[in-house]
């Protein structure tokens, strides 16, 4: 097996929590945008999650540049033998290479938080989301492996962390430094396959593998706490020998830290990241605990989001 | 007589991966009873243990396959089909990776009762687009169905025996992807076969052959895809109608994917399917639980004679009287 390799310093130059923190707001008000245009949206996931992700793309992952198309190829056919048209939308993550990470991402259901997110940095045409739950787009409402961002096909949820464990498996065969970085959400660590994968990643000492939880605490059906908890979550990580770090989810500095030189070791890296899902749309709060889905109830209802949308416009220009 | 080696897979696995460094072996928690411990021990550095969670073990195997590696997943056949099923269609057949699935304990071949004994194998992975099934039923379609498996671009089960195998057919006629093995021919009936009920139709054949019967019988070890011409010949010739001989359930195997092509051929052709009737099984004796579920080389000659309305006078005593040979002498015979 391969010798620990010494990892290089976080790039002085890379973006500041407050730029960081512009990016998140950004996906958050386009995440908005195109709930109000659709009547519908995984709203709460981009409150949650905006930092977890813009950190990952901005501090902590060393990825080349977009090889993706600005405009999202169309649905070109599951992939088959007979499929030679088939493509992932990993190329969005730039090229693969010995020395450059990977991203793996998770609860698919995000997906629109990922395209917008993808889209303020440049990796993605500014027009992507047009496509967004169209038919015949691989823009899709849950994104498969052929919609932007995505490497695997996730859908069923905490079967990416397996994945990922294979891909980190295969690099350390191959003596590869670049890591793998899975994105999750919280209710995967209802999921059995989830502690399996823990189980194995700490029996074969993968320490190429770092997995950021946004820790929002909601489900499908509401609070976690009421339909099936998994706290202690940090606790219960750590006992299955994950190198456990628990930080404030909207802090970028703070969930940058645990992956500063992270790579060489032993143990797989998992940073629960707290987070809030009404954080930025206070609004929100009246929908709690029914946060998963939002979609607007009345005229009303759909006024007050628009209005807010546009103060949160006029806040950031 | 016909050859019986012993574990097969076992020494064949280690001989075939010496060249193959891609080649990784993922167990779980069934390493010897899989025949997997010989490729174990030489290869170390390509044999990985995950316990007992095949649903992660589906997942790893399908990320080593993306990265280029060909990971053979060794465990029980239920262990695969069964628990696993979603982890099987998402994490791999989804993608088309590489990942070949080598499930053991097909049928009633083991004592272990109803969660050891895979009947339904065969139609969850039919089901499972870009799965390509194979089983085996002799130590020759043992000793070739890896480099079939890894010839082919996308996952792979492969329902795979172990233990004592009888050298049914010439170690020098590999088994060959979407193609039966011709075994006999004739027109006033069609026998296919699959696995270890091979033997038990070879048993038969040649008694119901000795009462003036002309039988085409195909051993068939490509389930998926189930497109061979000489197949479909040998059906569409039958004067009295197909009998589908397999261990596994009626539902959703051999036996229906032979309904499918009758059907869709217009081959129009009656067809009994022996098999387990719907029906689990449970623990005992696998020559008792041929005869019990009928499976046996006597279930076949009630077939026979329900197809042709006529009684072949056939007992149990004939049954045994019968001498297999290798199937190389036994063409010849057909031959003359």
């Known amino acids: 097996m391969q010798a620990p390799t010494p990892q290089p310093e976080p790039n002085p130059a890379a973006p500041g929590a407050a730029e960081v923190r512009r990016f998140a707001d950004a996906v958050r008000r386009r995440v908005l945008e195109h709930t109000l245009t659709n009547n519908g949206g995984y709203l709460s996931q981009a409150c949650s999650s905006a930092e977890v992700l813009a950190t990952l793309y901005l501090r902590v992952m060393r990825l080349g540049p977009s090889r993706g198309p600005a405009t999202p190829r169309p649905f070109a056919g599951v992939p088959g033998p007979n499929n030679p048209d088939a493509f992932t939308g990993a190329d969005y993550n730039g090229s693969k290479g010995p020395d450059l990470d990977r991203f793996i991402f998770s609860p698919v259901h995000y997906a629109l938080v990922l395209y917008s997110l993808l889209i303020e940095l440049g990796r993605l045409g500014p027009d992507a989301l047009d496509q967004f739950n169209q038919d015949g787009s691989t823009v899709e409402l849950i994104g498969a492996e052929h919609s932007p961002g995505h490497e695997v096909t996730a859908g069923s949820l905490a079967q990416a962390l397996s994945q990922a464990g294979g891909i980190a498996f295969a690099r350390r065969l191959r003596g590869e430094t670049g890591r793998v970085w899975v994105f999750m959400s919280d209710g995967e660590f209802q999921e059995g396959q989830t502690w399996e994968a823990f189980a194995a990643l700490a029996h074969h000492r993968i320490g190429n593998l770092g997995v950021y939880v946004d820790a929002n605490a909601q489900q499908c059906d509401g609070a976690m706490a009421d339909v099936m908890t998994i706290e202690p979550l940090a606790e219960r990580l750590r006992a299955f020998g994950a190198d456990v770090h628990e930080v404030d989810g909207h802090d970028p500095d703070a969930l940058a830290a645990p992956a500063s030189g992270f790579g060489g070791g032993d143990r797989p890296l998992a940073v629960i990241a707290r987070t809030d899902p009404c954080r930025g749309i206070e609004l929100m709060r009246e929908r709690t605990p029914k946060l998963h889905y939002v979609r607007f109830k009345s005229d009303d209802e759909l006024r007050a989001y628009q209005d807010l949308l546009a103060a949160m416009r006029e806040a950031a220009a | ?336």
């Open chain 2, 1 to 336: 007589m016909i050859e019986t080696v012993t574990r097969p897979h076992r020494d064949h696995l280690v001989r075939w991966a010496a060249e193959r460094p891609e080649v990784l072996v993922l167990s779980a928690d069934l390493t010897a009873s899989c025949e997997a411990d010989g490729f174990r021990d030489a290869y170390p550095e390509r044999f990985f243990s995950l316990g007992m969670a095949e649903q992660n073990m589906m997942g790893f195997a399908a990320g080593l396959a993306r990265e280029g590696f060909f990971p053979y997943i060794h465990t029980f056949a239920v262990f695969i089909c069964r628990r696993p099923f979603d982890q099987v269609a998402m994490s791999i057949a989804y993608p088309n990776l590489p990942v070949r699935l080598v499930g053991f304990l097909p049928g009633i071949t083991t004592a272990g009762g109803v969660t050891h004994q895979a009947v339904d194998d065969i139609a969850l992975m039919r089901i499972i687009p870009n799965m390509t099934v194979l089983e085996c039923g002799d130590a020759t379609d043992v000793d070739s169905v890896l480099d079939v498996a890894q010839a082919v671009d996308g996952p792979v089960y492969i329902r795979q025996l172990r233990g004592e195998v009888p050298r049914l057919f010439p170690a020098a006629e590999p088994l060959r992807l979407g193609r039966a093995r011709r075994l006999g021919d004739g027109d006033d009936l069609c026998v296919l076969s699959t696995g270890v009920c091979t033997e038990e139709a070879l048993r038969a054949v040649a008694a119901l052959r000795g009462q003036g019967l002309s039988i085409a019988h195909l051993h068939v070890s490509t389930l998926k895809p189930f497109n061979d011409p000489d197949v479909i010949e040998a059906i569409a010739r039958a004067r009295h109608g197909v009998i589908a001989m397999e261990n596994h359930g009626i539902n959703g195997g051999l036996g229906s994917a032979i309904a499918e092509l009758i059907a869709e051929e217009g081959l129009g052709q009656r067809l009994i399917r022996i098999g387990l009737r719907d029906t689990y099984a449970h623990g005992a004796s696998r020559a008792w639980l041929m005869r019990e579920y009928g499976l046996d080389a006597m279930a076949l000659v009630r077939a026979v004679e329900a197809l042709t309305g006529e009684p072949t006078g056939i007992g149990e005593d004939a049954l045994a009287a019968v001498r297999l040979e290798t199937m190389q002498a036994a063409e010849k015979t057909e031959d003359l």
